[in-house]
């Protein structure tokens, strides 16, 4: 069979897209298919690290989890990672480019498609299917000139297009009736139907709008897919989408920081039955009765340490500690709660020295290339297999980095205070191994016996079984287009 791709496409951000595609992905795997995702452009700080040490967007490291295949640079060969409000740091099959000003980036897209069109190609040679995201949404009229994320790309591998549509957001009609309205005739030839998306309730109330969209478009509906209840056991892409439920035994709190990244270290715990986590938005203050504060890492380390000053969290950290409570720092959070961070290169931004929190006596200098790596180690205590990444710049030394409580082959891998309660670690992803995580929490005073890895595959399956329900795989399959070959 030659290889096949479809697109999914999206009314706007956040319709779920990037769950369809994995739940499609696991569907037409278990049928028998090589399944791909691929998406060309995505901007996030939640990023993967694939086992050749490159950057891709977790969604697409999920995706590619449930289509039985070990993610790939070229599964998102174009990822954008917000360092402040105004620019981001470009990554480019897997490694980093250098940092562009959005306007720059709107201007000057050179080689982007190239590198996509390369990745895409390469990807669609040895697979049945590749499932193609979209990004946002193809109604950005104003985006469409140089576009490699959406009907841009669709047109340049005449990829069919479905478009989705959010209803629980409200205005689905218009979604999808207004997205028809604003694009070119070249992209309308691209859109082979559309599904609704995140249906709560009897799905036959909706009969007369689903068939009103259709009278409407001329394009015939895919489905309509009721809300899937399961979505928060999946790791989240957007820190938002972490589950953030209260009444768990055990409270583990966590600053909103305004460039939070690779915040995946959270989806195990808030996975937990025992385990409440609590993310807490700028403007509040961090709750007093927490049992542990943890402090994720950050794609801007001392910008994001003046923003947590700024909300007041640092003497909220510091009253927290003073009670006896239990703190953890990951990546930029370890280099928060050092003495002092040195930028005298400006690799974070300005150059320029800061004071950190102060709970661990260790310091940090900003300097180096960025270490990118899959990272198997293990606990100090107990000797607990840990497996993780690395995605950071800087070293950090000082008295109490001989108090590591992580091994890393023959070197030892972070800090601890000497009372025991304040940690760092550059390693990210530790709390999905299940002994160490039980470990750690028994510290707190909590049991745990899930199996984290075996529910997202359970999960998955789920999702999978969903779509087979409200969507007809059959004729998506069916409305699949096959690859042309590499120009």
Same mark, same amino acid.
């Given at each position: ?21 994995? $739940? ?16 060309? *452009? ?18 697409? %490291? ?40 959005? $306007? ?14 390369? @990745? ?5 040679? !040895?697979? =049945?299917?590749? &499932? ?30 479905? #478009? ?79 589950? @953030? ?11 909103? #920081? ?10 195990? &715990? ?36 003046? /923003? &947590?000053?700024?909300?007041?969290? =640092? ?18 959070? /370890?280099?928060?709660?050092? *003495?002092?961070? !040195? ?34 180690? @293990? ?9 993780? /990444? ?6 950090? @030394? ?16 972070? %800090? %601890?205070?000497? !009372? ?8 990210? $992803?530790?709390?999905?191994?299940? $002994? ?7 510290? #707190? ?14 999960? &998955? ?27």
């Amino acid at each position: 069979m030659a290889t096949r791709a479809l697109m999914i496409q999206g009314t706007g951000s956040n319709v779920g897209k990037s769950m369809l595609v994995a $739940g499609l992905a696991r569907a037409f795997t278990r049928r028998g298919l090589k399944v791909a995702p691929f998406k060309s *452009q995505n901007m996030s700080n939640n990023a993967a690290v694939t086992p050749e040490g490159g950057e891709i967007g977790r969604a697409q %490291a999920l995706q590619a989890r449930a289509a039985g295949r070990e993610p790939h640079v070229d599964m998102n060969p174009v990822l954008l990672k917000p360092e402040t409000d105004t620019g981001a740091q470009l990554i480019v099959q897997g490694k980093r480019r250098g940092t562009q000003a959005a $306007g720059s980036f709107m201007r000057d897209k050179t080689g982007l498609m190239e590198a996509a069109l390369d @990745s895409y190609y390469r990807l669609a040679a !040895d697979v =049945d299917l590749v &499932l193609i995201e979209g990004a946002g949404s193809p109604a950005e009229t104003n985006l469409r000139n140089g576009d490699i994320a959406n009907m841009g790309f669709a047109c340049a591998v005449q990829a069919p297009v479905v #478009l989705v549509g959010d209803i629980h957001r409200g205005g689905v009609i218009a979604q999808i009736v207004g997205t028809q309205a604003v694009l070119e005739p070249q992209d309308l030839d691209r859109v082979v139907g559309f599904a609704v998306n995140r249906f709560r309730g009897d799905i036959s109330l909706f009969d007369a709008g689903r068939d009103d969209i259709a009278q409407r478009t001329g394009w015939p509906a895919l489905g309509v897919i009721p809300w899937f209840w399961e979505a928060w056991k999946l790791p989240a892409e957007d820190m938002m989408d972490i589950a @953030s439920r209260k009444g768990g035994a055990c409270k583990i709190v966590v600053p909103q #920081l305004e460039r939070m990244a690779n915040f995946d270290d959270l989806d195990p &715990l808030a996975a937990e039955p025992e385990v409440s986590i609590e993310i807490i938005p700028p403007g509040k203050a961090l709750p007093g009765d927490a049992d542990l504060v943890l402090i994720p890492g950050s794609k801007s380390t001392i910008g994001d340490l003046a /923003y &947590l000053r700024a909300q007041g969290w =640092d003497i909220d950290i510091l009253a927290h500690h003073r009670r006896g409570g239990h703190v953890i720092g990951l990546c930029g959070g /370890y280099q928060m709660l050092g *003495q002092t961070i !040195d930028d005298p290169e400006g690799v974070d931004g300005r150059p320029g020295k800061v004071a950190g929190l102060g709970l661990l006596d260790v310091e940090t200098v900003m300097a180096g290339e960025k270490r990118v790596t899959l990272t198997q180690a @293990s606990s100090v205590a107990g000797d607990l297999p840990v497996s993780g /990444y690395e995605i950071h710049m800087g070293r950090t @030394s000082g008295p109490d980095c001989d108090r590591a409580w992580l091994r890393i082959g023959d070197r030892l891998e972070g %800090a %601890a205070s000497a !009372d025991g309660r304040v940690l760092g670690s550059y390693l990210h $992803g530790l709390f999905a191994s299940d $002994g160490f995580r039980a470990n750690f929490l028994s510290g #707190l005073g909590y049991a745990s016996d899930s199996a984290y890895d075996a529910g997202v595959e359970d999960t &998955l399956d789920a999702l999978a079984d969903h779509l087979e329900q409200h969507m007809d795989l059959d004729q998506l399959l069916a409305l699949s287009a096959r690859v042309p070959t590499r120009p």
